[in-house]
Nanobody, 114 residues
Framework: VQLQASGGGVVQSGGSLRLSCAAAGFNFRYNTLGWYRQAPGKQREFVALITSGRSTNYTDSVKGRFTISRDNVKNTMYLQMNNLKPEDTAVYYC?????????WGQGTQVTVSS
């Protein structure tokens, strides 16, 4: 199982970014996928998830600003992040569970300046 996150960068407050997570090594269309983030000095936290049926769930702090989606042809998950705030600054990781084991991407840095 391989997950490759990309799309991070530096953006001003109020700006937008789209993260991507390219997946391989498992049957992508049947898996729930998620985004997590870890800010400096803090624990990794849940951001959003999308199920195989495209149901979604978000942490309260990003509702209305972030949108998770998936492309089962490209085996890629996305996180569209709008109206970014300095508190969104973190390393963002994608995750899936396969055969009862957690798999994480390598992380992509998002920095939001005020």
């Amino acid at each position: 199982v391989q997950l490759q996150a990309s799309g991070g960068g530096v953006v001003q407050s109020g700006g937008s970014l789209r993260l991507s997570c390219a997946a391989a090594g498992f049957n992508f269309r049947y898996n729930t996928l998620g985004w997590y983030r870890q800010a400096p000095g803090k624990q990794r936290e849940f951001v959003a998830l999308i199920t195989s049926g495209r149901s979604t769930n978000y942490t309260d702090s990003v509702k209305g600003r972030f949108t998770i989606s998936r492309d089962n042809v490209k085996n890629t998950m996305y996180l569209q992040m709008n109206n970014l705030k300095p508190e969104d600054t973190a390393v963002y990781y994608c995750k899936t569970v396969f055969r009862d084991r957690n798999y994480w991407g390598q992380g992509t840095q998002v920095t939001v300046s005020s």
